[in-house]
């Protein structure tokens, strides 16, 4: 888990707020996953991103979810509006990219608390 | 639709003995598959893999072997040790591009009792 850093920690919202989770992949990393896992289920793929891009988002729910990796700064998993469903740990994960390389290095997870 | 299933929620076993953990699969566009080791409150740790051109890969004391025709694989942990006690999640993915998302199971908790 070193080197990929996720904050915050817990976060706590109340239902129809905003909820903005960030990760800052290892260095030298340039790939960055997120993942959710709902509890009592293992982890679920959500969105693959490159820098500036989004290259697969095809476990992201349609509505209220959005993801983001500018060119300067930390990959945004941006929650519009929660709901309690969305209470989950949101896991991110980063690798180098390329044929190949496929271990994914994976941060401590924020734990999103809806109330 | 489970992709990955293991089917043992949980798994206790002595200190010094042989910890196997269980994963079976039914996508047979899985090529390349990984192990994860969980703590509470952490995020997962990559431990071992696999691809799905071999049939056993060991790291120490993790032996990771692949049965592609049953798409079953296991991981071996010999001696397990108190501090192996997590979650293991195997994940495979579908390595034809130049990533892979993983398709994580639900997860096996292993005690290792001293």
């Known amino acids: 888990n070193a080197g990929v850093m996720q904050n915050p920690r817990h976060l706590v919202r109340r239902r129809g707020q905003e909820a903005r989770l960030r990760c800052s992949p290892m260095?030298?990393?340039?790939?960055v996953y997120w993942y959710r896992q709902l509890p009592e289920e293992g982890l679920k793929f959500m969105v693959y991103l490159q820098k500036e891009n989004i290259i697969d988002e095809s476990g992201m729910p349609k509505e209220r979810f959005s993801a983001e990796f500018p060119k300067e700064g930390p990959s945004i998993l941006r929650i519009q509006q929660v709901v309690r469903g969305d209470s989950a740990a949101y896991f991110c994960a980063s690798t180098a990219g390329g044929p190949g390389r496929y271990e994914q290095y994976f941060g401590p997870g924020t734990r999103l608390t809806v109330t | 639709d489970q992709q990955v299933k293991q089917n043992s929620p949980s798994l206790s076993v002595q200190e010094g003995r042989i910890s196997i953990l269980n994963c079976d699969y039914t996508n047979s566009m899985f090529d390349y598959f990984l192990w994860y080791k969980k703590y509470p409150a952490e995020g997962p740790t990559f431990l071992i893999s696999?691809?799905?051109?071999?049939d056993k890969n060991e790291d120490g004391r993790f032996t990771v072997f692949l049965n592609k025709s049953a798409k079953h694989l296991s991981l071996h942990i010999v001696p397990s040790q108190p501090g192996d006690s997590a979650v293991y999640f195997c994940a495979p993915i579908t390595g034809g591009t130049s990533y892979g998302k993983l398709t994580f199971g639900q997860g096996t908790i292993l005690t290792v009792h001293p």
């Open positions: 260095k030298g990393h340039s790939h």
């Open positions: 696999i691809s799905s051109i071999k």
